[in-house]
């Protein structure tokens, strides 16, 4: 059983841009990973790990760091046939940079989660597709969290290579512009574009609107694999040159951005998908009626919504009872659980009625145990 | 479905000391983590991340970095109450070091990952029961591993507290010596007990081997709490010091030092649990009679394996069907898959039979779809 021993949090400062990621925090960021590798698996992308002890870099426009170390990698397996291909290989690592403008936590640490996606054909045509192929993929895991955001245009930059998108929150905090044409649905980061006119129409029927960048995606060619010698045989048995993609997926910053999108001033959202727990029950206070009456019901619902689909680890108990449930559950909405439910009086009666408090709908029902557990399974 | 599309392997030098993880060296590591996750929520300990940028130090024996971070942190969430504890923290993290001799791969290599768990009670009493509870977990988690090891006593050395003890995998390879006496069951680092006799009972029925350390547990006491004032409110509500321990246990080195301990010369063996996958399907050979014989089975029997408990996601299909079976039979035993299926020519026959090679104990079967099936639920 998952009991809320001590309140540890989320994220807590250690130094300017440094954080310590608290047990939620942690949850949060697995969650992430999990449903990353799990849309990564769909389109038969290998996991691992290059090492970290690369020469550092600046990261402001520079979200790839291991184009070389991963192209030097597949040049060093030969002879590799057509027939390897399509390949796909990504990871999720650590990044460190030196970020003077900190302010921003989780968004713009110091030290940071990213996935990199490095993809390899046979030729243009399936390189294409691959792009295709993998921005569909980015769409698939950003609307799993629910949060609307916009694919755009992008400046190749120090990555260089033929084509490039980013995907973005649009927010006030966000340090892009991005433009918007209401004329022909153009939509590019007015790095490329300015923000006078629409590039590709050149309506005025434009809006610029802040965003942040959460991925980032490069159809490069053979730039790095011609330089690197990463070659292949064709059907005639000739060497080639591999046509390169990569993809970035800027991991914390999602997490930091959906949450910074979501929140209240008081309380912490998150996307129904990376609540660090679903649901928390708070138990009566230590040495009240309810707590006499309702003796043994918080561990049977407990353990009747951890065998539901979905939900199984994902319940909290809180039986911090010298605390009161007032202030427990202002607690537990700041903390952003979404589904608060409280054992109070109406638990003490005959048939136990539960107050199950639905916080992103902001909707209350009092329920008995089956139609708790319905309502769940119902939702899942 | 899981395709073998071009095998990457597991680890891969990148320079001195620093490797590559591939995609298999990734799974197994990823395995390894998720059961000592289990093990430690079992335990009621609650995962974080505290920030890697902290100054770098020699680890040659000082296992835990982080005894002060996290210390502080505890000491900055006040009023801790007496009710808040026994707690338990733990992370997973990727540490570095200068490492002159990394011979070993995986067993010394410079960048490497570990397991940090730190505990808290309120007083000796409980900090020992922690300990004891701790070394149980450790224990659980080395058995299911499957290769005999040895606890024992151990120095305290540079993390300092009142007794520590090392887990060791015996290995001719291992660079710490251990004694272990014949008369009284005494088991000890030579470091605290010199090589020439028994430290608790004198005798000289002694043996003396080598030993791969791949955990190491501190019951600290106040050292740290003291310090950094790391403190709680007693039932009287007067603060005194909390009792700590440390404990680290060497993730990439378990996985080096498992595989070492276990493969032969040119076959990988891995620990059961730890294997990337546990099945691999060899299809037959492009333009066969078998592959137009034997159509769609290949297909059905992944389906089916996939569908078992314990099996789903840990079964591969290597329909490289330009390659003979011969030589991805080899290549397949050389990667240490534990359960090997040739779809040959007794697929062809009415009942097609399948060829199960069991690696681990150097069995071949033939059999039909619904004995592998009741074989595989059988062995889980």
Known sequence: MNRLMLDLGIIKLASPGIFHLLPLGIRALEKLKSLIDKEMHKINAQRLALPALTPAELWEKNWLTHEEAITDLLASIAPLSYKNFPLRLYQITSKYRDEMKSRFGLMRGRQFLMKDLYTFDIDMENAEQTYSEIIKSYENILTKLGIGFSQVLAATGNIGGLISHEFHYTADVGEDKLLFCSNCNYKGNVEISGQDYCPQCKSTKIIVRNGIE???????????????????????????????????????????????????????????????????????????????????????????????????????????????????????????????????????????????????????????????????????
Not at 336 to 348: F, N, R
Not at 356 to 372: G, R, V
């Open 214 to 380: 959460v991925a980032h995606t490069f159809l490069l060619g053979d730039k790095y694999s011609k330089s690197l010698n990463a070659t292949y045989l064709d059907r005639n048995g000739s060497i080639a040159n591999l046509q390169m993609g990569c993809y970035g997926l800027g991991i914390s910053r999602i997490l930091g951005a959906a949450v910074e999108v979501l929140s209240l001033e008081q309380e912490l959202r998150w996307p129904l998908v990376l609540a660090p727990y679903k649901v928390v029950i708070i138990a009566p206070k230590g040495g009240s009626k309810e707590e006499v009456l309702t003796s043994g019901l918080d561990q049977e619902l407990y353990d009747n919504i951890d065998k539901l689909d979905g939900y199984t680890g994902n319940i909290l108990l809180d039986d911090r009872n010298h605390l009161t449930i007032g202030k427990r559950y202002l607690e537990a909405r700041r903390m952003g659980y979404p589904y608060i439910i409280v054992i109070g009086s109406k638990a003490t009666e005959t048939n136990p009625l539960y107050e199950l408090n639905e916080i992103l709908t902001n909707k209350q029902h009092f329920l008995d145990k089956n139609e708790l557990l319905q309502h769940f399974r119902s939702i899942q």
